[in-house]
């Protein structure tokens, strides 16, 4: 069996290297990989989440070992500058643009090195899980052990390795930052082959190069992340407001209170009925009947989204503090809903609204998706040229709106924020109806970023797709130095995540 695999691997080798023309004066050697590639059937490996750019590798790596994406890795870095081969690593390839595409080249199918976990507990517990694993499958597996990681995004079928080759932000990230602040240590791959574990003590560079880093310094294989003790139930709460200034007022105090909710969101309703559920969420208020009722009569509204955590003995102690929270906030009265899940159903809500838009042929559409970073100083005006102006409605899908704390952002990862203290995450997240097609949401992006610029708010754009290293080094800004040493330095070919279009095999990098 092991010599079938072998030799199969072998002629997938050869062809690899006549395919990139590389002189016949060069022996053709084998990566010796565990696992496999395919050559057809790879159509999967041109999709990705955002369904707008479609580019096919010419082979996808199956990995078992994490040797076989080292060995795969070397032998593109011998292939040297004249070859145009590159490699990206594909997590469950969720990204909007392409970013995890390889047009030509090798895409590594990282969810085939799924593998053991390991949980040690004590006084600061933390999991070391591959790269290629599903967040929810790392939830279910600390769930064992009575723990849980800290910061989430708010969908767990995401990799690992995709988010914090990102940043991973939601609701928890100000208290504890995105999922890059709360990881020990990473074993990475760099662009030459290289294994390397690396975290603040050893290695540090390339630890704090690859966190954010676009998955352009090293493919990340295995990550240890910090975990806490799991609760076991969620209060889940959403209140609306008429006025931004008055919600923005209240999200704010809340993140910054040492005594608050453990999850702090929010969403922008504009022109819309139905408030209380939406695609992304499987919100299911107690009083349901009234939640409907609620419609926003054209107008734009803004509801705060909270939960508390709780084992059940605590349940009256949390609720008291629930009310005392509530308290101090100037939401419209009539607008509590409240209701209670397991802590597992309220992380993994994203995937129960998934499920019913897949029912309806509806998760597959094109997703134009916009997230920006704006600085608190300029949250208002770009509410004011935004909300109910650009944005005339959110009946295409949600659009979040919630402020962080940027002292739980470590400044020396690859991760750029704006200026100031606290900013705000605002993330426009609609489908293209099948009819319409994506141009007119595209349009309304386009106008977004327009105003943000003309208006100079000092934005910063999350999850972007540029065209241009230009457009790569502004988003940068003074930062963009260090971002391309590093890839000097790690990968010096430019071979790893070609589809961030950030880097070009074989142009000088500096
Ligand atoms: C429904 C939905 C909800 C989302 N919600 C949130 C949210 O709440 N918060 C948030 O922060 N983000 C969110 N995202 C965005 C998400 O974090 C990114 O799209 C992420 O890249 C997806 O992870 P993935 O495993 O699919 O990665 P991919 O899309 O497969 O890869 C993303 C990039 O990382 C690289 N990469 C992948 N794996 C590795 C690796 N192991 N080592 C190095 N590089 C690697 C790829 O080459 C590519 O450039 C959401 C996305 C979707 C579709």
Same mark, same amino acid.
């Given at each position: ?31 010796? #990989? ?31 070992? #994490? ?17 145009? !081969? ?11 643009? *392409? ?17 053991? !976990? ?5 006084? &600061? ?6 790269? *290629? ?65 690396? &975290?603040? @003590? ?62 702090? @969101? ?19 208020? /107690? ?36 009310? &005392? %929270?509530?308290?101090?906030? &100037? ?6 809903? #409240?209701?209670? #899940? ?86 426009? %997240? ?30 910063? /754009? ?7 290293? @230009?457009?790569?080094?502004?988003h940068f800004g003074q930062r963009w130095e260090i971002f391309a ?26």
């Amino acid at each position: 069996m092991f010599l079938k695999q072998y030799t199969s691997n072998i002629l997938s080798t050869t062809v690899l290297l006549l395919c990139c023309g590389m002189p016949p004066s060069l022996p053709a050697v084998p990566i010796p #990989v565990h696992g496999h590639f395919t050559f057809d059937g790879n159509e999967f490996a041109a999709r990705d989440f955002g369904n707008q750019l479609h580019s096919l590798p010419w082979a996808v790596l199956h990995p078992k070992k #994490v040797s076989d994406v080292a060995s795969t890795i070397k032998h593109v870095w011998h292939m040297g500058p004249a070859s145009a !081969m590159t490699l990206a690593a594909r997590g469950h390839g969720h990204s909007l643009l *392409g970013q995890a595409q390889a047009p030509h080249g090798i895409v590594i199918n990282m969810e085939s090195l799924r593998g053991e !976990m390991q949980v040690i507990k004590g006084k &600061s517990p933390y999991v070391d899980a591959p790269a *290629g694993e599903l967040w929810i499958n790392v939830l279910h597996h600390c769930l064992k052990h009575g723990l849980a990681p800290k910061s989430w995004t708010d969908y767990l079928h995401l990799t690992v390795g995709g988010t914090l080759s990102n940043a991973g932000i939601s609701g928890q990230a100000f208290r504890h930052g995105p999922q890059i602040s709360n990881v020990h240590q990473l074993e990475v791959i760099t662009g030459k082959g290289e294994v390397v574990v690396c &975290s603040e @003590e050893k290695n540090a560079d390339l630890f704090h190069g690859v966190l954010g880093g676009l998955g352009q310094f090293g493919i990340i294989t295995r990550a240890r992340i910090s975990l806490e003790p799991a609760p076991k139930q969620v209060k889940w709460i959403r209140v609306v407001y008429s006025d931004f200034s008055t919600f923005a007022r209240d999200q704010e105090r809340l993140i910054s209170a040492e005594k608050t909710f453990d999850y702090i @969101e929010g969403l922008v309703i504009v022109n819309r009925t139905g408030l209380i559920n939406n695609w992304r969420s499987s919100f299911d208020p /107690q009083d349901p009947d009234q939640a409907n009722q609620f419609v926003s009569d054209g107008r734009t509204l803004f509801c705060l989204e909270l939960t508390k955590n709780f084992n059940p003995a605590e349940e009256a102690h949390v609720d008291k503090e629930i009310k &005392s %929270l509530l308290s101090e906030l &100037s939401y419209i009265p009539s607008t509590l809903f #409240v209701t209670q #899940v397991s802590y597992v159903e309220f992380l993994d809500r994203v995937h129960a609204a998934e499920l019913k838009l897949r029912s309806k042929g509806l998760w597959d559409l094109p997703h134009p998706w916009l997230n920006i970073l704006i600085p608190r100083s300029k949250i208002h005006t770009f509410a004011d040229g935004v909300f109910g102006n650009i944005l005339t409605d959110t009946n295409n899908g949600p659009v979040l709106i919630y402020p962080v704390n940027k002292s739980k952002w470590d400044n020396r990862t690859s991760f750029v924020t704006p200026d100031e203290d606290m900013f705000y995450l605002v993330a426009f %997240l609609p489908h293209a109806a099948e009819s319409e097609g994506p141009q007119k949401l595209l349009n309304q992006n386009r106008r977004i970023l327009n105003f943000c610029d003309s208006a100079q708010l000092g934005v910063k /754009q999350y999850l972007p797709h540029y065209k241009t290293q @230009e457009e790569w080094r502004a988003h940068f800004g003074q930062r963009w130095e260090i971002f391309a040493q590093r890839k000097s330095a790690y990968d010096p070919l430019a071979i790893l995540a070609p589809g961030q279009n950030i880097f070009q095999k074989s142009i000088s990098i500096l």
